[in-house]
Structures are given as C-alpha cells and as structure tokens.
C-alpha cells in the first residue's frame, strides 16, 4: 500500500513538473532491444515498417521524438483513428520503459 501511495505521489510530481530531453546512453539502448522484440511484428525487426500500413516508420526518428509519442499514446493525447492498439501498449510501460524504448529505436 505504501508503495502505490509512493508511486501516485511521484507520478503526480513528474506529470507537474516540465520534460527536460536527454541524450540517449548505450545502457538505455541495449535495454531497449529487449522490449522492442514484442514490437516487431508491427513496426519491423528496424523500425522501417510503417505499422497497421498508416503509421510513420520509426526509422530515423529521435529519441526525443519517439518517447514524446510513447508517452502521448499512454496519456491519450496522441495517435490518429488507430491509436487504441498503441495506447493500450503504451499504458502498460513504465517512465523507464519508454526511454529505453525511444532509445533504441533511435539506433535504427
């Protein structure tokens, strides 16, 4: 119980609190990888797949970009008609996931 108080009370700081971008480092990336297995099968083994054949491919985007867009779909603020695949996802990665991911997606 303690820990969800816990958990609330610093998710409602940092939702306060405004984004600061920061560069991507070879630890984040690598945890990535392993996260963005389930991820494939939509986006391609290297991001160049335009997923559901209406999203932009996550090749060549910035890490930035990509975790600006993650948390976006998480918080329902971003994504077209399709979103609802992506933020079902999206909702059930932590703060940390989504940097990892971005990170290694930005290696494409």
Same mark, same amino acid.
């Given at each position: ?6 958990? %609330? ?6 939702? +306060? %609190? ?16 392993? *996260? !963005?297995?389930?991820?494939?099968? +939509? ?8 997923? *559901?054949?209406?999203? $932009?491919? *996550? ?7 990509? !975790?600006? @867009?993650? @948390? ?10 399709? @979103? ?14 989504? $940097? ?9």
């Amino acid at each position: 119980m303690k820990a969800i108080a816990v958990g %609330t009370v610093l998710g409602a700081l940092l939702a +306060c %609190t405004a984004w600061i971008p920061t560069a991507p480092n070879a630890a984040q990336a690598a945890d990535g990888a392993g *996260l !963005y297995a389930q991820c494939a099968g +939509c986006h391609g083994a290297d991001g160049g797949k335009a997923a *559901l054949g209406a999203a $932009r491919p *996550l090749k060549g985007q910035t890490a930035d970009a990509l !975790y600006g @867009k993650l @948390k976006g779909y998480a918080d329902g603020s971003y994504g077209g008609s399709k @979103k609802a695949v992506m933020a079902g996802i999206a909702k059930k990665l932590s703060d940390e996931d989504m $940097r990892a991911l971005a990170a290694h997606m930005a290696s494409f």
